[in-house]
């Protein structure tokens, strides 16, 4: 009766972690974060299976079940620390909070030499009985270093909570808030677990917020595949489409939009190849990303090398000084970056007060935009085209 009890709980979960894994695999990309997602559904699923056929044994009289549940408390033991390291990596790699140089290799090491002397005293445990041991009849008691594998869960946890509130801490940008607030929500779900598991000793405990965890961020990586630009992390057109239909209807009037376009892009692509044009992208958007991108600023990469900023400018000046701002990052980065190329943009902006319509405020930025691009090539002596 237990086994039935234990499958009809966990059943449901591992079928849909299952699913999340095969359709999350088929997408991946091969990107740190996204192949680390991949193995932490992968030891859920494992943690929940041996999960089930633990509690499902707990009790059953024979020596093949004591040996059974020896193995299935030990796959549950290391999976269970697997996920936590794995989770303080995940957090890192998705939010790229490396600085320092080899702060990377050094974390590695650090998770790696932790993982090992657990994994020593969890397979030695049925010798040493210092995680757990199995009665006479079949029953699990709690040994003297129990308490440890769940302290180190939830400090590796709890790291990866401080490390995503920090990083949010830091963010400009109000989409980049948001994800550093939901990782950290999801870690403080999964110590929720934790406490449950340890305080009650009840399995499911913890597997249930695991894989709503996995569930809720798997939910929100498909919807940011909705609306982002894959290859600089900014918004699509069809979210910006949304968003200025939006800002129409809830703003006053004091807003207003740049059109950016790369100088050059085509020169790029062609003396350097389109990988490096597609850096030149990324690094436009990481640009627009440091000085633009505000509580109050709505960032997309609009098209080609063209990138569209709404923002709450209230008059020409205020305008005026963010397109500074852009051209100061602009030449800090030409000076400092140690690249093959240099970066240089023609802007156009337009307030919402000279249009008072969407398609309107969107072609005066543009039109303006061109124009910015039209007097730099012709300043340079360049054919206009």
């Given at each position: 009766?237990?086994?039935?009890?234990?499958?009809?709980?966990?059943?449901?979960?591992?079928?849909?972690?299952?699913?999340?894994?095969?359709?999350?695999?088929?997408?991946?990309?091969?990107?740190?974060?996204?192949?680390?997602?991949?193995?932490?559904?992968?030891?859920a699923i494992g943690a929940?299976?041996?999960?089930?056929?633990?509690?499902?044994?707990?009790?059953?009289?024979?020596?093949?079940?004591?040996?059974?549940?020896?193995?299935?408390?030990?796959?549950?033991?290391?999976?269970?620390?697997?996920?936590?390291?794995?989770?303080?990596?995940?957090?890192?790699?998705?939010?790229?909070?490396?600085?320092?140089?080899?702060?990377?290799?050094?974390?590695?090491?650090?998770?790696?030499?932790?993982?090992?002397?657990?994994?020593?005293?969890?397979?030695?445990?049925?010798?040493?009985?210092?995680?757990?041991?199995?009665?006479?009849?079949?029953?699990?008691?709690?040994?003297?270093?129990?308490?440890?594998?769940?302290?180190?869960?939830?400090?590796?946890?709890?790291?990866?909570?401080?490390?995503?509130?920090?990083?949010?801490?830091?963010?400009?940008?109000?989409?980049?808030?948001?994800?550093?607030?939901?990782?950290?929500?999801?870690?403080?779900?999964?110590?929720?677990?934790?406490?449950?598991?340890?305080?009650?000793?009840?399995?499911?405990?913890?597997?249930?917020?695991?894989?709503?965890?996995?569930?809720?961020?798997?939910?929100?990586?498909?919807?940011?595949?909705?609306?982002?630009?894959?290859?600089?992390?900014?918004?699509?057109?069809?979210?910006?489409?949304?968003?200025?239909?939006?800002?129409?209807?809830?703003?006053?009037?004091?807003?207003?939009?740049?059109?950016?376009?790369?100088?050059?892009?085509?020169?790029?692509?062609?003396?350097?190849?389109?990988?490096?044009?597609?850096?030149?992208?990324?690094?436009?958007?990481?640009?627009?990303?440091?000085?633009?991108?505000?509580?109050?600023?709505?960032?997309?990469?609009?098209?080609?090398?063209?990138?569209?900023?709404?923002?709450?400018?209230?008059?020409?000046?205020?305008?005026?000084?963010?397109?500074?701002?852009?051209?100061?990052?602009?030449?800090?980065?030409?000076?400092?970056?140690?690249?093959?190329?240099?970066?240089?943009?023609?802007?156009?902006?337009?307030?919402?007060?000279?249009?008072?319509?969407?398609?309107?405020?969107?072609?005066?930025?543009?039109?303006?935009?061109?124009?910015?691009?039209?007097?730099?090539k012709r300043a340079a002596?360049?054919?206009?085209?």
């Open positions: 009766m237990n086994m039935l009890v234990s499958i009809s709980i966990n059943l449901f979960p591992i079928l849909m972690l299952l699913i999340i894994y095969a359709n999350n695999h088929r997408k991946t990309a091969g990107t740190a974060d996204k192949l680390l997602f991949d193995v932490l559904t992968l030891l929940m299976v041996s999960g089930t056929a633990g509690k499902g044994l707990l009790g059953v009289p024979g020596a093949a079940v004591k040996a059974g549940l020896w193995i299935s408390y030990m796959v549950y033991a290391s999976m269970m620390t697997g996920i936590a390291a794995l989770w303080l990596l995940y957090i890192c790699f998705r939010l790229q909070v490396w600085g320092a140089a080899g702060e990377e290799s050094r974390t590695l090491r650090f998770l790696g030499v932790l993982q090992l002397l657990m994994t020593l005293l969890i397979v030695t445990t049925p010798w040493t009985h210092l995680l757990l041991f199995v009665t006479e009849d079949n029953i699990c008691r709690h040994g003297g270093l129990y308490g440890l594998l769940y302290l180190e869960c939830t400090l590796l946890i709890l790291a990866g909570a401080v490390i995503s509130i920090r990083k949010g801490r830091k963010e400009n940008s109000r989409e980049r808030k948001w994800e550093c607030l939901y990782l950290s929500g999801c870690g403080f779900l999964l110590l929720a677990g934790m406490l449950i598991q340890y305080c009650f000793d009840v399995w499911w405990g913890g597997s249930s917020c695991l894989s709503l965890t996995l569930l809720f961020i798997y939910l929100n990586t498909q919807n940011r595949q909705i609306t982002t630009d894959g290859l600089t992390g900014l918004n699509n057109r069809r979210e910006f489409d949304k968003q200025i239909l939006k800002w129409a209807k809830q703003n006053a009037g004091n807003w207003g939009m740049f059109m950016l376009d790369v100088d050059d892009f085509k020169g790029i692509n062609d003396n350097l190849g389109h990988v490096v044009g597609d850096e030149a992208l990324w690094e436009t958007a990481d640009i627009l990303r440091r000085v633009l991108g505000r509580e109050r600023t709505f960032l997309a990469r609009y098209g080609g090398d063209e990138f569209a900023v709404i923002g709450a400018w209230k008059d020409e000046a205020e305008a005026k000084q963010a397109l500074r701002l852009v051209e100061q990052e602009v030449d800090r980065f030409n000076r400092t970056a140690e690249k093959k190329y240099r970066l240089s943009f023609s802007i156009g902006y337009a307030l919402w007060e000279e249009t008072g319509e969407p398609d309107r405020l969107v072609a005066l930025a543009d039109e303006r935009m061109y124009a910015a691009k039209t007097a730099k002596g360049q054919h206009i085209g």
